[in-house]
């Protein structure tokens, strides 16, 4: 269930900013200093659109690797949810990796790369930095792969258990 909780989580992470550049941070500025003059109105509109075409999530990201890394998070989400659903519903282990053992092998790849891309920004590393998203999804992709691991060493323990028949 942490897992599933954890995967839901990762959703939430994967629309916040990933990355930003200084000209989107300077009109995300600008927009705050014109906020609250209503004759600035325009001026507020260009500044929160040039902000949001300067901010990227982990959905607008364009090169390969980020590419992959979607994919990996997004594997892993579906994985863990159809894997806590099933055991929620009583389903019992399976043999071998299983879809545990794999949501965590997922989880764990996708958190490798992601740090490999808070170190190596998209772009130019001088005209953009990491923003919030990056590094927050560093911690629901180590709940899922955790969870994970954990209810595969469970489903090794029922299925070594003697059964009482």
Known sequence: MIAG?????????????????????????AERLTEDAPQLSEENEDAQAIAE??????????????????GLMLAS?????????????GAKPTKGVGPAG???????????????????????????HVKVGAPLA????????LGMSSALRADEAEREAPSDA
């Open 53 to 70: 075409g300067e901010e990227k999530n982990a959905w607008q990201v364009d090169g390969t690797i980020d590419r992959v890394i979607l």
């Open 138 to 145: 560093l911690l629901p992709l180590a709940a899922i792969a």
């Open 102 to 128: 794999l949501t965590a092998a997922l989880a764990t790849a996708a958190a490798v790369l992601v740090a490999y891309r808070i170190v190596q920004e998209p772009g130019l590393d001088a005209a953009t």
């Open 77 to 89: 989400v579906a994985l863990a949810l159809l894997t806590a659903f099933t055991r929620w519903m």
């Open 5 to 29: 909780v954890a995967a839901l989580a990762l959703l939430f992470v994967m629309a916040l900013d990933w990355y930003g550049t200084a000209v989107g941070d300077e009109a995300r500025q």
